[in-house]
């Protein structure tokens, strides 16, 4: 077993930058189920599915779009917001129904959301893997400290704060933020003085399924597109959410922080149980910080 | 609630089934004999997992992990000791039972919702090592050619195995169920500040109740092994924990044999649409969704509810 053999402060900065993107799209991931959990009280097990969706989305119209730089681009906001429209229908079809059940009942049902959405992607895309390129001048990598790192893990650096920043604005500065933050504490007295909940609900709930549908388009030219990515993504956004407290916004990016930057130093530490850092992080969190490591909505 | 199960018809008719159960091997094909063994094992495996959701009700998000635990212990033990893999039936449980002690120890302390996303992450932590030890778990490709004490080698002697253990381990928790233990259990679920507030150490209870669960689970996971002759990663994963939690909604999970029930229809099922599409989590999804629109209390809840309602109808009519 190769434990810690090739550690040098090189590659450490090298994993951390690494750790920082993946933190990125598991931010923007966690965020959305966050937002969900926290305003609408669903733990929304399709979020992955919808995660998965984004990716296979954005791989359609990429090609569609001749796979170029303006594919690429179109595919980063035509994806989300086709992921955004499936969550709207299932959103006005269904879930307005069940508000009022309790979460296990919530939780298996976005769960059949799961299996369906599992199958019916494998019924469009068929069960190959697939691959979306980068954008020519994100592609390559260059390198620090004389090791080599991705432009595109660059570019989602960048994104990651620009998604953290517009969630903020969103959430403290807008009407509808502040509203929906009211309901998260309270639906019924935000629902007595007047204001249409079940509206901002939907709201909510689309913007968190558009953030899912985003990490997917986001994290696409990263890895394979492949079935399965979904059960992946999910647990570890559940518990990026739990760590950081429910419905809590900075927590999800603290929680992602934690999570991405154990994961990539797992990676550097022992490779092969490097899935195995994350998990037992949170279970230390959890250990001491029973309901997270910030304030919860709930 | 239980008085529709111990009155004497129903015990009747539980021993006619089980009689009836004894006899099917001599006039069913193999694939049915083994595909009720697999029912035997799957409603075991739903029904403890059931003794804490639906009698405990603690959000046992990940029970699947035990049932894994039982079958690669099982596994391991026949596969790398020389020893008799009798004595592997006694393992399996017990270390199931351990790591169910262990993962409790940290979860109770917290509930509901917060309670299950521990537990589910905990059980994916057992799932990754497992997943990734390769030396020693196998890997993603699991352990294959599991030896079995020949007596019960074959579909006929391990479908008996199953119905006899299974049967066994059913009457086991049903007695746990109506113990003392199972109605302080229950009061937790209905009440756990009263029932606290009566002196009761309600953390202890529910500890001692995953205990319990776990390792009927590791017993099912240890049957799967004989059935199947082979453990696998999927056998943790929490797709199948949730699987489980469908299965006792199907059934109804206030009712003891309602786990048995839903676990029969999906098994049967999947066994059957997969035959015409490879697309059956499809259909899955759709019948949980219809479920838990029109069906909340499950199937077994649906008719003894319309049964004893039909029942008062006619009281009041006399």
Same mark, same amino acid.
């Given at each position: 077993m190769e434990f810690a053999s090739n550690i040098t402060i090189a590659a450490i900065f090298q994993?951390?930058?690494?750790?920082l993107s993946? %933190? %990125?799209?598991?931010f923007i991931v966690a965020s959305g189920l966050s937002l969900v959990l926290g305003v609408l009280r669903i733990p929304n097990v399709a979020h992955g599915s919808l995660y998965m969706i984004g990716a296979f989305l954005a791989y359609t119209i990429a090609t569609l779009f001749g796979g170029g730089t303006a594919g690429f681009w179109l595919a980063l906001i035509i994806a989300p917001l086709g992921v955004a429209l499936i969550s709207f229908i299932a959103e006005r079809g269904l879930f307005c129904h069940l508000y009022e059940r309790e979460h296990l009942m919530l939780l298996l049902f976005t769960f059949s959301f799961t299996l369906v959405f599992g199958d019916l992607v494998k019924l469009v895309w068929g069960s190959d893997y697939r691959s979306l390129s980068a954008p020519v001048f994100m592609q390559g990598s260059f390198s620090i400290f004389d090791l080599p790192f991705p432009r595109y893990n660059l570019f989602l650096l960048v994104i990651g704060p620009l998604v953290a920043l517009g969630l903020w604005f969103l959430t403290n500065k807008t009407k509808i933020g502040k509203i929906a933050r009211a309901a998260a504490v309270d639906r019924e007295m935000v629902g007595a003085v007047g204001i249409n909940v079940s509206r901002v609900f939907a709201a909510v709930f689309v913007i968190g399924c558009f953030l899912a549908g985003l990490g997917g388009a986001l994290v696409a030219p990263t890895q394979n597109i492949t079935q399965g990515m979904d059960h992946a993504i999910i647990i570890e956004a559940f518990l990026i959410v739990i760590i950081g407290g429910l419905g809590n916004m900075w927590g999800a990016l603290l929680g992602a922080l934690i999570f991405g930057l154990t994961d990539s130093m797992g990676i550097l530490l022992w490779p092969q149980f490097a899935i195995v850092f994350p998990y037992i992080a949170v279970i230390i969190v959890l250990l001491f910080r029973p309901k997270g490591l910030l304030k919860s909505t709930w | 609630m239980f008085s529709g199960l111990t009155n004497r018809r129903t015990l009747g008719f539980c021993i006619v089934f089980f009689i009836l159960l004894l006899f099917l091997p001599l006039f069913l094909p193999r694939f049915y004999i083994y595909l009720l063994a697999l029912i035997f094992v799957t409603?075991?495996? !739903?029904?403890s997992l059931n003794l804490v959701l639906g009698f405990g009700g603690m959000y046992q998000f990940h029970h699947a992990v035990f049932y894994g635990v039982g079958a690669y212990a099982f596994a391991l033990f026949s596969k790398k000791t020389g020893l008799s893999p009798w004595l592997g039936y006694i393992l399996a449980p017990a270390i199931a039972a351990l790591v169910g002690m262990v993962m409790g120890l940290i979860t109770v302390r917290l509930s509901k919702l917060y309670f299950g996303m521990l537990q589910l992450s905990l059980g994916s932590l057992v799932w990754a090592i497992v997943f990734r030890w390769y030396s020693f778990t196998g890997g993603d490709d699991g352990i294959h050619g599991i030896s079995v004490p020949d007596m019960i080698s074959s579909t006929t002697g391990s479908y008996y195995f199953t119905l006899i253990v299974t049967t066994v381990c059913l009457i086991l928790m049903y007695m746990i169920v109506n113990s003392p233990f199972g109605r302080t259990f229950q009061g937790i679920r209905d009440n756990p500040e009263r029932t606290e507030a009566v002196g009761v150490d309600v953390k202890r209870h529910q500890l /001692?109740?995953?205990?319990? !669960?776990? /390792?009927?689970?590791?017993? !099912?996971?240890?049957l799967f092994a004989t059935v199947e002759e082979c453990a696998f990663p999927d056998l943790l994963f929490w797709t199948l924990s949730l699987e489980l939690i469908i299965m006792c909604l199907l059934g109804g999970w206030f009712i003891f044999m309602g786990p048995m029930l839903g676990s029969a229809i999906i098994v049967i099922l999947r066994t059957f649409v997969g035959i015409y599409t490879e697309y059956w989590t499809l259909i899955l999804g759709i019948v949980l969704m219809l479920l838990i629109l029109f069906l909340p209390e499950g199937v077994l809840g649906y008719f003894q509810e319309k049964f004893s309602k039909s029942k008062n109808a006619a009281l009041v009519e006399n």
């Open positions: 994993q951390v930058l690494v750790g993946r %933190t %990125t799209i598991l | 409603g075991l495996l !739903a029904t /001692a109740g995953l205990v319990i !669960a776990s /390792a009927f689970a590791g017993v !099912a996971g240890s």
